[in-house]
């Protein structure tokens, strides 16, 4: 059908104008609202049992979870953490920070302790929630810890039960600071990310225009909620809708993907293209009767032969989308029906409801001819869903042209004569590996501190799983003599030190690194040499 640009301008206005209310109020918008008997989410257990949790039990435990906190200090802005898998836990304790008006702080369950201080201490948080199986790796610090699923003076249950229940919400306005997130980038630390509330507008109208959810679907994001899109577009913006999201435990196992599908009647999935390359060469088999309508993908580029796979296995055609922490979602292949467009491979897509792309000659605020590669950008004025104005602390004056009117997203494209963008590159080095955004800072500053490193330097491979994977160049300390148990033991050192998916898959020991003549590292020029060798 063809794509008609009218059809979503009045529904981003209404969506926009909702949360952008001086009365905003998250619980009320998130849960309070919503008839007390609808499931808000099903949580799928490893052995395939399912749990349901309804909006009216969302209430009552995250009434009982603000109640905690408030007892605990926490008040109006103040920042609360939690180190959680996908349970529902996880979604009374967010709603329950809301309801106090208190910012969540969302930590990916594989970072490692030195990464979860960091972030801590940088956000000031106040209390962290970690599963049992997590705990051990939040450091003491002038925050509080609670554990769920243990006993004793830091269990989460025992202490809701004797907590008061919090009655009510809390009104915090459109600009009050809902999620405190950092994303990497290839240099320094990793930068701070305040959304305020009227950021969940963008992620409620990617799921109506950009998934294509619709009121009788049966929905599923696969991605974790410990990064952007997962929170979001697993638990917000379901919640938002009033729609039920299916949250299963544990890591990805295709022959459980492919039960969850058919025993729950998923009809809308999206996730990022590594899971849809597990699919394809897992040897688990797929489930005759399935109800699969729509299949979308985020976090890294989609690759040719996802769908070359998905379209003959499926009968389904796998629409790309492309977002930022800093922005949301604003590009992609949309399934809603006015909108939708033919899906071409190697290609972003469009700019989605609410949003304004393009592509600008780099160094300028000029749009770049079609077909002419540039800048990747957003008209500010033009998108009514933008909300980023810096990072904490920092600012982000490299993110804007010079007179303000665009964002820069780092990443390079080519707009065609139709509208439709291609990734070209990213102009920065951050490696995406099945979908996560990794800084090669945060890596190299894990590595050189091993006494055995003398300097180091880490770049992304193509995989044909992952997409992209770390691999990582060492220059060892005089006297020091390399060897594969060395290697092993680099790899183990970021595992431990910074997350268990971010170590290196390759660690090349060499003697030197390629410098530029005021020594900065080449790292084209290593990622130029793995190409050569893989050929």
């Not at 619709?214 to 809708?241: E, F, H, N, Q």
């Not at 869903?385 to 990072?391: A, R």
Request: charged content about 20%; glycine content about 10%.
């Amino acid at each position: 059908m063809a794509r008609d640009p009218n059809v979503p301008t009045a529904e981003v206005q209404e969506v926009v104008a909702v949360f952008a209310a001086a009365d905003a109020d998250p619980a009320w918008l998130l849960c309070d609202r919503h008839p007390a008997d609808t499931v808000a989410c099903t949580v799928v257990e490893p052995d395939g049992s399912t749990v349901d949790l309804t909006f009216g039990e969302l209430r009552e435990r995250s009434e009982q979870v603000a109640g905690l906190l408030t007892e605990l200090g926490v008040g109006r802005g103040d920042r609360v953490a939690t180190m959680m898998g996908k349970s529902a836990d996880l979604v009374a304790v967010l709603l329950g920070i809301w309801r106090l008006g208190a910012v969540y702080l969302p930590l990916f369950t594989a970072f490692a302790a030195d990464a979860v201080a960091s972030r801590l201490s940088a956000a000031a948080a106040a209390v962290v929630v970690a599963d049992r199986d997590q705990a051990a790796k939040v450091p003491d610090g002038t925050w509080t810890l609670l554990v769920a699923g243990a006993d004793g003076p830091r269990g989460l249950a025992g202490r809701l039960e004797a907590a008061k229940p919090f009655g009510g919400s809390t009104v915090v306005g459109g600009d009050g600071p809902f999620v405190h997130m950092f994303t990497s980038g290839t240099t320094g630390a990793p930068k701070g990310v305040v959304h305020p509330l009227r950021y969940v507008a963008g992620w409620q109208l990617y799921l109506r225009f950009g998934l294509g959810v619709r009121d009788d679907s049966v929905y599923w994001c696969g991605a974790d909620p410990g990064w952007a899109y997962g929170l979001y577009s697993a638990i917000v913006a379901p919640m938002v809708l009033g729609l039920r999201s299916i949250l299963q435990r544990g890591g990805f196992d295709a022959a459980a993907t492919w039960r969850t599908f058919a025993e729950l009647g998923v009809t809308d999935y999206t996730a990022a293209p590594t899971v849809y390359r597990s699919l394809r060469t897992s040897e688990a088999p797929v489930p005759a009767e399935l109800r699969l309508r729509r299949l979308s993908s985020a976090g890294e580029p989609l690759t040719a032969e996802v769908n070359e796979w998905a379209e003959p296995a499926l009968g389904l055609t796998v629409h790309d989308h492309y977002g930022q922490t800093e922005l949301g979602m604003p590009i992609g292949f949309p399934h809603h029906r006015d909108l939708a467009i033919p899906v071409v491979p190697h290609t972003m897509g469009v700019a989605l409801p609410g949003w304004s792309a393009t592509v600008l000659r780099e160094g300028t605020s000029e749009r770049a001819e079609a077909g002419e590669p540039g800048l990747l950008a957003i008209d500010i004025a033009a998108s009514p869903l933008m909300t980023f104005t810096g990072y904490t602390g920092r600012g982000a004056a490299d993110r804007f042209t010079a007179d303000g009117r665009f964002y820069l997203t780092g990443d390079l494209a080519i707009r065609a004569a139709d509208g439709t963008l291609r990734f070209s590159a990213r102009d920065d080095d951050v490696i995406i590996m099945a979908g996560y955004r990794i800084g090669p800072f945060d890596v190299e500053s894990v590595l050189v501190r091993h006494p055995a490193v003398a300097e180091c330097a880490v770049v992304a491979a193509p995989d044909p799983v992952r997409g992209e994977v770390i691999e990582a160049f060492v220059v060892l300390r005089p006297g020091i003599e390399p060897s594969d148990e060395l290697v092993r033991e680099l790899q183990d050192h970021v595992r431990q030190k910074y997350a268990a998916h971010a170590y290196p898959r390759r660690v090349h020991l060499v003697a030197e690194l390629p410098k530029t003549s005021s020594g900065k590292i080449q790292r084209a020029e290593l990622r130029r040499s793995l190409r050569t060798a893989a050929r």
